[in-house]
């Protein structure tokens, strides 16, 4: 299973509202969400460009949060 499928609808929501302003950060950020089956196989700069693109309420809270994507996931692919 692809880490897309893996990831709360209301992040995925969020980054399609930031489509219409940034289109290829959108189609980046999807692409490499659908290259990669888990969180920890993005890059630092991946995580990075999707924090960027995501509201201040979705974003980590904390360093394990950051580290494990909790923020990223549904609740049943949690750590």
């Known amino acids: 299973m ?3 499928d893996q990831v ?3 992040v ?3 980054l399609k ?3 219409i302003k940034w ?3 959108y189609r980046l950020i999807i692409a490499s969400l659908s290259d990669v089956d888990r969180y920890r ?3 630092i700069n991946q995580v990075d460009t999707l924090i960027t693109f995501l509201p201040n309420e ?3 809270n904390g360093r394990i949060d950051f580290y494990y994507g909790d923020y990223l ?3 049943e692919y949690q750590v």
Do not use: D, F, G, Y
Request: proline residues 8%; charged residues 30%; without cysteine.
């Open 2 to 4: 692809k880490l897309i």
């Open 41 to 43: 196989e993005l890059s």
């Open 58 to 60: 979705l974003h980590p």
């Open 8 to 10: 709360k609808p209301e």
């Open 17 to 19: 509202v930031s489509k």
């Open 12 to 14: 995925l929501e969020a």
């Open 23 to 25: 289109n290829a950060s």
């Open 73 to 75: 996931l549904q609740k």
